[in-house]
């Protein structure tokens, strides 16, 4: 059963940074895509970094060129961390950050539990 568990979050003034974590255990293989999710109160989940299964990175428009996601692999204990680094945050940065994973050839997906991010002086 694939389990994706996320820690980080928290409150942090504008322009500052704070980086996410995303283990997944249970069924994630190197090639398949993990990525991050955002949802502010009152507004759709939306996407916001992808791993894709073939390699590379990409962003939204929204945080380019300021959050960076990465993908950590130990495959001796079968677990796969994702990271979100996030850099010159700014008020509508704030959401529920969720982790997501995919199952390459499937049509399957996972969700964490979400880690709320609050971006404020």
């Known amino acids: 059963q694939v389990q994706l568990v996320e820690s980080g979050g928290g409150l942090v003034q504008p322009g500052g940074s704070m980086s996410l974590s995303c283990a997944a255990s249970g069924g994630i293989s190197n090639s398949d895509p993990m990525g991050w999710y955002r949802q502010a109160p009152g507004n759709q989940r939306e996407w916001v970094a992808m791993?894709?299964?073939?390699?590379?990175?990409?962003?939204?428009?929204s945080v380019e060129g300021r959050f960076t996601a990465s993908r950590d692999i130990a495959d001796h204990i079968g677990k796969r961390t994702v990271y979100l680094q996030m850099n010159s945050l700014k008020p509508e940065d704030t959401a529920a950050y969720y982790c997501?994973?995919?199952?390459?050839?499937?049509?399957?997906?996972?969700w964490g539990q979400g880690t709320q991010v609050t971006v404020s002086s």
């Open positions: 791993l894709l299964s073939g390699g590379g990175t990409k962003y939204a428009d």
């Open positions: 997501w994973a995919g199952q390459y050839g499937t049509n399957n997906d996972f």
